[in-house]
Each structure stands twice: as C-alpha cells, then as structure tokens.
C-alpha cells in the first residue's frame, strides 16, 4: 500500500521549459510535505517544503503547489537546466505516529540541452 | 562537518551472512533512520530511533535489528542475508524541531548473492 503515489515516474523537458510532478496522499494526518533531490551516487537532499496552511510556497525556480482537499502537492520547476537532472522524491511526515517520513517512488528528471 | 557518514559504502554477501552497517551523524540529532532505496519503489522506512536506547520498526523492518547505544550512531544489521535485501540503504537523521527535515548519507550499496 503506497500512501504517497508519485507521477510520473520519468519526465523529459527542454531546457528553459517547466518541469512538474505530481503527488498524492491518503492519510490526512500529514501535516508536512517535503521534496528531495537526489543526483546519482548520492544521498537525496531537501529541496523544499510545505505545510498544509498554505497553498504554495516558492524559492527561486521551484515552487509547490498544495491542494489540501484534493489531497495532493506537486512540484514545479520554472527554467528547467540540464544541471536540474536528478531523481525528485515527494515525501509527507505525519504529526503523530512516531514521525515516520513517507516517501513517493520518485521521478527520474532530463532536462535536454 | 561530515553530516551523516556511513560505512562500509559498497559490500557483497553470500546468502546467509550476517553484517552490520553503521550511521553517523554530527549534528547532535535526536532522531536516526534507516532506509532501503530499490528502483520504482522509493525509500521505505525499515526503522527509526527518537533518541539515544530508542528504536522503532518502520514500514520494512522485517529481517533487519537495529541498535542505537551512542546518540550520534545508528546501528543496521542483517543476521541472515537474503538475495532480497539487495538495496542501497540509506542513513538519515533530523532534529527533533524539525522532523521531517532528513539529512541523508551517501548511502551504502549491498549485494548479496
């Protein structure tokens, strides 16, 4: 049983072009929804983060998105560059339950040069 | 700062071994994690600690033990390898003000066969 279902799974775009994902959730008692990056051979990485009483947040070329009554958060990337290239993760951290942050299956990002 | 170390970073085993892996951190965080990064699947939480003699089982934490004696180091062991615990494994660990902020080792790559 997934609880954050992530898509798509692979995404081409044009460099200068705007790359988005999307991710849903079930389990509404996740109150903190973060996004990772993550280049080959590494650890992800926390790109941004948003909590459930704002409907977007943004810092520099990437932004989210919240819809709290669809249950879902997507992440856009404005400008896309070839240096963007990575796996992206959604992820969503419940405010009780032993704090366990759950990951989406993550979506291989190429930017074309 | 190293952030979040973990050894050995790559390691092959026969089917029935037994091996530990070990986390550190040095950012004086309360809370550690492990989980296991294989392809389509995300990272899925195989257990967590809160604090120092804590730990918890998260989504996959069958065929795994864990120990936390120090608070900077977290223990992941395998007691009886399986070829179904090739993965790469990762090691996080965040503040407890901040928990779903994870900061991320490189992570360690294991086959077993």
């Known amino acids: 049983q997934q609880q954050v279902k992530q898509s798509p799974q692979s995404l081409i775009v044009q460099k200068g072009g705007i790359s988005i994902i999307n991710c849903a959730y079930e389990?509404?008692?996740?109150?903190?929804f973060p996004w990772y990056q993550q280049f080959p051979g590494k650890g992800p990485a926390l790109l941004i983060a948003?909590?459930?009483?704002?409907s977007e947040k943004k810092e520099g070329r990437f932004t989210i998105s919240f819809n709290k009554s669809a249950k879902q958060f997507s992440l856009h990337i404005m400008d896309s560059q070839p240096g963007d290239s990575a796996t992206y993760f959604c992820?969503?951290?419940?405010?009780?339950?032993?704090?366990?942050?759950?990951f989406g299956a993550g979506t291989r990002l190429f930017v074309k040069a | 700062n190293a952030g979040v170390t973990q050894t050995p970073k790559f390691r092959v085993l026969k089917t029935g071994q037994s091996m530990t892996l070990l986390c550190a951190q040095d950012?004086?965080?309360?809370?550690m994690y492990w989980y296991r990064q294989d392809p389509g699947m995300g990272l899925r939480l195989i257990h967590y600690?809160?604090?120092?003699?804590?730990?918890a089982k998260g989504e996959v934490p069958d065929g795994y033990n864990v120990s936390r004696l120090k608070k900077q180091n977290f223990l992941l062991g395998l007691e009886s390898a399986a070829p179904s615990q090739t993965s790469v494994y990762f090691c996080?660990?965040?503040?407890?003000?901040?928990?779903?902020?994870?900061?991320f080792g490189e992570g360690s790559r294991l086959t077993v066969l």
């Open positions: 996080a660990s965040s503040y407890s003000g901040r928990r779903g902020e994870l900061f």
């Open positions: 389990n509404t008692a996740f109150d903190y």
């Open positions: 948003i909590r459930p009483d704002v």
């Open positions: 992820a969503a951290s419940p405010n009780t339950g032993g704090f366990k942050t759950i």
């Open positions: 950012m004086n965080h309360e809370y």
């Open positions: 600690s809160v604090g120092e003699g804590t730990t």
